[in-house]
């Protein structure tokens, strides 16, 4: 079995923001020249996290305006200035494992692998992926 790790380089724009990362990871999967087996995607940050959704432009407002509703950019919160970025990333996990199929990562028709910045400033953001298979 082949083992890769490979990792993506990401700049946001600040909260909230998504970037479609599916092509990148696909990337990362032809180099591994892994033709069955998965794909491990990892964001190492609080203030980060994927998520598997349509990368369709009144979704991804509606997202932002759901995030707003549950919770709040302004409210008292203990935790100084961005205390909503790290409550809203719990709604989101850190990781995803995606099937490798003749060399494809597995995606349904809409889904696209997307990393969701929820933090209040821009940042650079490394994407941690490992490729496992034959």
């Known amino acids: 079995m082949k083992v890769l ?3 993506l380089v990401l700049s946001t724009r600040g909260e909230v923001d ?8 696909q990337d990362i999967v032809d180099k591994a020249g892994v033709r069955n087996g998965i ?13 598997l959704i349509e990368y369709e432009p009144s979704l991804l407002a509606d997202i932002k305006n759901m995030l707003e ?11 100084p200035s961005n205390a909503h970025s790290h409550l809203r990333s719990m ?4 990781e ?9 990562l597995v995606l349904g028709t809409w889904q696209s692998l997307v990393f969701v910045e ?5 940042r650079q953001r490394t994407i941690v992926v490992q490729v496992l298979g034959e």
Do not use: C, M, W
């Not at 709604?91 to 850190?94: G, T």
């Open 5 to 7: 790790s490979g990792s």
């Open 96 to 104: 995803k494992t995606l099937p490798i199929v003749d060399g494809q």
């Open 91 to 94: 709604l989101f996990s850190p």
């Open 39 to 51: 794909a491990h995607v990892f964001a190492p940050h609080a203030t980060g996290v994927l998520s």
């Open 18 to 25: 998504f970037i479609n990362i599916s092509e990148k990871v």
């Open 118 to 122: 929820t933090d209040v400033h821009p």
């Open 69 to 79: 509703e549950l919770i709040p950019k302004r409210r008292n919160y203990a935790h």
